[in-house]
């Protein structure tokens, strides 16, 4: 029998969904539609016909703690999925390959591999598995396989594939011709009428050592520079690329990773590979799809009232027709827009017209140009033991809200160039200070120096609340020396 894996990306930068995703909060971690975030419903997608063990997530070193972290929610289907970490990212090309190397250590050359974006919507289950059977038995003899979706609209923010023409509708899977990359308005509405164009989902299925051979016919150099990572794999079968138990504490080894990954081309598997190949297949689509590529694309995915507007979370609105709100907590009052798009959250505001939304990307990058950190963290962040939120900083200053969970604690670390000071709200602190251990209860406090080992622990069986106040030349969360940690996160990984 042979072994399905499926590798899901999710190297996602939190562009396309700000201010609701962030760097270290991108899309496929938030909950856009449905009770589950969008990587947790693709692992679900996949999890009822792949084995968990066989299950791998792509990501980047700088993301990896935050997906496993994350993942765990899923209880005990995550304990066998595992991570592959690239250096940082290269685009889908060298993602695809590196996994490619990886599975090849576990499985025969004959496996099929299933490749999914972590941040793609699918409602339609059933219809998803039944096209992904028709997928693996054409990848098995030897095609490279990606599915395609019947245009709806003259969409200029997809690539299109174009396929042999067949009129049977019956026919579930065509031969390509040739990939399209993202065309003008006038393109679109050819393609559209044309009828012989389909949107390119991204997902793809092969023999793991179909596209390991494409990837040396076309890309020579990421396949030289796998091969080379490759016999380290074999060198270091401890790596921290083999699962997400292991410590990312591999100096050496991840030394030799990024060196060589610098090596490599950024480039996309559609252009490197795809493109290319002679031995291309679609399966014709018959699950619904989105890519959810900007906020416009919930107009296609979420219902909307009698004036086409999508309104969530704490507003009131007068006149407002086509019009996409998204409130948190505070109130959000708006009267007669049109088209347009409002997303609020504790610490940053996205007001756009619908038509130019897609340009909140140049909004991030402006933002961290300016070195905001608003581009990087919601001022509420989630930690493997609980969470803080930034209550207020400044000059010399930073105010936090730490919620500590029942047995949980932080870990054993070291701060150069800042003091803290813990005033507890609710429950009992355990705290370490250097040598010694003390407990802290409700409406007590202590301190913490500089170039002090300290450690704080909730012992109780309710969550612990506590106020940090910090004073120092700098304040930023990398300003960490970590001596001990029940996360296996690295020794200077923030927070």
Request: hydrophobic share 35%; net charge negative; glycine share 6%.
């Amino acid at each position: 029998m042979v072994d399905i894996h499926a590798i899901i990306l999710a190297g996602g930068s939190g562009t396309r969904f700000w201010p609701l995703s962030r760097e270290t909060l991108p899309k496929q971690m938030l909950k856009i539609v449905g009770e589950d975030t969008l990587i947790l419903q693709t692992i679900k997608r996949v999890s009822g016909v792949i084995p968990p063990e066989n299950i791998w997530i792509v990501t980047t070193k700088s993301q990896a703690q935050d997906i496993r972290f994350h993942i765990d929610s899923l209880g005990p289907l995550s304990k066998n999925i595992r991570l592959i970490i690239e250096p940082f990212g290269k685009n889908t090309a060298p993602a695809i390959g590196l996994s490619a190397i990886h599975i090849n250590q576990f499985s025969s050359k004959e496996s099929i591999t299933v490749v999914m974006p972590s941040d793609h919507l699918i409602p339609d289950t059933e219809n998803f598995i039944s096209d992904l059977n028709i997928a693996i038995e054409a990848a098995k003899n030897g095609y490279l396989v990606t599915f395609g979706i019947r245009p709806t609209r003259p969409e200029t923010g997809y690539g299109y594939i174009k396929c042999e023409r067949r009129y049977a509708e019956d026919i579930k899977i065509l031969k390509v011709e040739r990939f399209v990359e993202k065309p003008d308005l006038k393109t679109a509405e050819a393609y559209l009428l044309d009828g012989n164009y389909y949107w390119n989902s991204g997902i793809f299925v092969w023999k793991n050592s179909k596209i390991l051979s494409e990837i040396e016919a076309y890309l020579p150099n990421l396949h030289n520079r796998l091969k080379e990572i490759e016999s380290l794999l074999i060198k270091s079968p401890e790596s921290p690329l083999f699962g997400i138990s292991k410590k990312l504490e591999n100096e050496n080894y991840l030394l030799h990773i990024d060196e060589i990954y610098s090596q490599i081309e950024s480039i996309s598997i559609d252009y490197g590979v795809m493109e290319k190949s002679r031995d291309v297949m679609m399966v014709k689509a018959s699950f619904r799809w989105s890519d959810l590529g900007s906020f416009t694309a919930l107009d296609e995915v979420i219902d909307k009232d009698e004036n086409g507007n999508i309104f969530r979370g704490n507003l009131i609105d007068i006149g407002s027709k086509n019009t996409t709100i998204l409130s948190g907590e505070k109130l959000i009052a708006t009267i007669g827009l049109n088209d347009m798009v409002v997303v609020d959250t504790p610490d940053a505001t996205l007001i756009s017209p619908k038509a130019n939304v897609q340009e909140v990307r140049k909004i991030v990058e402006l933002l961290k140009k300016k070195g905001r950190e608003e581009y990087l963290c919601h001022k509420r962040v989630e930690r493997p033991w609980g969470s803080y939120t930034i209550l207020d900083k400044g000059n010399g200053y930073k105010i936090k809200r730490i919620i500590i969970n029942p047995g949980s604690r932080l870990s054993l670390q070291v701060h150069k160039k800042r003091s803290e000071h813990w005033v507890v709200i609710s429950g009992t602190a355990k705290v370490t200070r250097n040598d010694e251990t003390f407990f802290v209860k409700e409406n007590q406090s202590t301190y913490i120096p500089q170039n002090t080992k300290h450690r704080l622990e909730n012992p109780g069986s309710l969550p612990l609340q506590i106020i940090e106040v910090q004073n120092g030349e700098y304040l930023e969360e990398d300003d960490i020396e970590r001596l001990e940690d029940d996360y296996g996160r690295a020794k200077d990984e923030s927070f």
